[in-house]
Every structure is written in C-alpha cells, then in structure tokens.
C-alpha cells in the first residue's frame, strides 16, 4: 500500500483548521505545521492525531519546507488552512495512487469560494488561483525563499491534472476578501523591500490596471456579475497596495536603523560611566 501524508501550516486559524482536518481523514498521515501559533490550533491538531511541527518560520518557503519534510509518506499532498478536500476527491487521490499511474506528481484545480457562491473565473494576481501541483512523491518538491507565493522547483514527470476540485473560501463575504487582500499585501511588501524590486507610482498603476484586465477580461470575471467584478478589482489594487506598502517597510527600518545607531553613543557612554 502506498502510504499518503498530507501536510497543513497555519498561522492563527484554529476557525477552519478543525474541518480541513477532518477532511484529511483518507490520509495515513496528517503533518501540521503551527508557526507562532496563539490560538488553539495546536491543540486541534493534536485531536486530530496530527504530527505537530511548532516553531518560528518567518517565510512561507520554510514553513512548506518543515511540512514536506516530516512527512514519512510515499507521497504528499499540500494542503491550506481553508481548503477542504471532499470525499470525491480523495476517492480520487486514492484510486491515482493506487493504480501506480506514471506520474511523479499531480496537478489539483481549485474551486474558490466567497462565503457559499463560487467565484471560477476572473482569478489574477496573488489572491488565488484556479490549480497547482499539490499532490507530488516526497522530496520532489522545493520553494525559493519567499513571505508569499514561493515560487516551488518539481522535479519528475507531470500526471496532469485531477478532476475533483479542493474547495477553497477565500472570505467568509466580501469583507473577508479584502481583509484577505490587505493580509497578503502587507506579506507581498515584506518581500519588495527585501528585494529592492520596487517600482515607481506608473508603474504600479500599469501594473493593477494589467492585472484587472486580465482577470476581468482575459480570464472572464465579467461572466461572474459582481463578485467577478469585485475580485477583477481587488486584483489590480493588490500591486499597488503591495508596492506603496513596500515603501512603509523600508522607511520603517530605516528608522529603526537610525534610532539604534543613536542609541549607539549613549550606550557607550554608560558603558563608560561604570
């Protein structure tokens, strides 16, 4: 029997953690990663029989790197606080292993949802997407060093993708999108200021406008009424939002950087003194 594990990092959300464990049942393995969790996430886990990974891990990279490598499966399949994997969809993993298919890892779609209403099209930018590889063979898959959106490396050959969906809720309503939204740009900005990959006013503009159209327009939001709108929207500001928050970072640890140098001289002259 091919042994499957299934790994979930979370941050402070003991409010779904509990079901989409729950929904991991069909998994031998279940590896929760809780980073600087104050909530009863640990405890949660711990109901669940998962195996808990309790640390600090300041970039997503590290926290998706700790999970893939507790996990002692055959296989591993990639999973968020958020998403839900319905009892089709596991039938389906299970069967894919089983029959010991060519691939070396799997491509799942994901069905976004706001509240109870499924948004399909329209999706751009960082705020989701419709699919990603998150069922793969142990040690196959690396991520780059990133707060949000590690870019991952897969080694071996592609099996394709799935037919069942993950349900993901992206916000409880519409509010929960934009907190959503602020929650991921303010991640995305810590990465600009650590790049220095900062670009001007019109450009930022250029950019958001870009990502509308191509979420509205290229990817079909406007067949999604308002809510398509609505996501077309908080797409193209996401740039924006991210770059003009990238510069309150630096500013801020230019400042932190000035006031510890300040403190410097004091310091030693108290040093001094004794």
Not at 67 to 84: Q, R, T, Y
Not at 133 to 139: D, F, H, N, Q, S
Not at 194 to 215: E, H, I
């Amino acid at each position: 029997m091919i042994r499957l594990s299934a790994f979930v990092c979370v941050q402070n959300q003991d409010a779904r953690l509990a079901e989409c464990l729950r929904k991991l049942s069909f998994c031998d393995e279940i590896v929760v990663v809780a980073d600087r969790c104050t909530d009863r996430s640990r405890e949660i886990a711990r109901r669940a029989g998962a195996v808990i990974i309790d640390g600090i891990f300041p970039l997503e990279s590290q926290r998706k790197a700790a999970g893939a490598e507790a996990c002692s499966g055959d296989w591993i399949l990639e999973v968020e606080a958020e998403d839900l994997i319905d009892a089709h969809l596991a039938w389906e993993i299970r069967c894919v292993l089983q029959m010991h298919r060519d691939g070396d890892w799997y491509e799942l779609p994901i069905d976004n949802f706001v509240g109870e209403t499924l948004v399909r099209e329209g999706w751009a930018g960082s705020l989701s997407t419709r699919a990603d590889a998150r069922l793969y063979k142990r040690g196959l898959k690396t991520w780059s060093p990133r707060r949000l959106n590690a870019p991952a490396v897969i080694a071996g050959r592609s099996g394709g993708a799935l037919k069942g969906a993950i349900r993901r809720t992206v916000g409880r309503d519409v509010s929960g999108l934009v907190e959503r939204m602020n929650r991921l740009a303010a991640l995305q900005a810590e990465d600009l200021a650590d790049s220095g990959r900062r670009s001007g006013a019109v450009m930022s503009a250029v950019s958001g406008v870009g990502a509308f159209l191509k979420g509205y327009v290229v990817r079909g939001g406007w067949r999604e009424g308002r809510l398509g709108l609505m996501v077309a929207l908080l797409c193209g500001l996401f740039p924006m939002l991210s770059q003009a928050r990238a510069g309150e970072v630096i500013a801020a640890r230019k400042a932190a950087l000035a006031d510890a140098a300040h403190a410097a001289p004091l310091g030693e002259v108290v040093g001094l003194g004794r």
